[in-house]
């Protein structure tokens, strides 16, 4: 049974940054693509990052230039660096990884950011 789990949310105050952690676990598998997402209260979900298991990167344009995202193939874990973060960034961050027959959705993490 494939166990996604999600770590390094928290509240920081804008400006500041935080590191997002994920592992996939329970299964042989090679991971095809890794990714972040976030909900805020009373929005869809969206994509925050993403990276294959060869490296390509792609991020939503509101996050360019200040966020990471990085990945260890062997472990089954992404991470997501977070810089200059702000207020407006406040919500639930998920993670999803996807094999190439199915695809799993972290927890979420809760990253609250002040003014």
């Known amino acids: 049974q494939v166990r996604i789990v999600e770590s390094g949310g928290g509240l920081v105050r804008a400006g500041e940054w935080l590191t997002l952690s994920c592992a996939a676990s329970?299964?042989?598998?090679?991971?095809?693509?890794y990714g972040w997402y976030r909900q805020a209260p009373g929005k869809q979900r969206e994509l925050v990052a993403s990276?294959?298991?060869?490296?390509?990167?792609n991020y939503a344009y509101f996050v360019k230039g200040r966020f990471t995202i990085s990945r260890d193939n062997s472990e089954k874990s992404v991470s997501l660096q977070m810089n200059s973060l702000n207020p407006e960034e406040t919500a639930v961050y998920y993670c999803?990884?996807?094999?190439?027959?199915?695809?799993?959705w972290g927890q979420g993490t809760q990253v609250t950011v002040s003014s």
């Open positions: 329970g299964t042989d598998f090679s991971v095809y693509e």
């Open positions: 990276i294959t298991n060869g490296g390509i990167t």
């Open positions: 999803n990884i996807k094999f190439f027959d199915a695809a799993y």
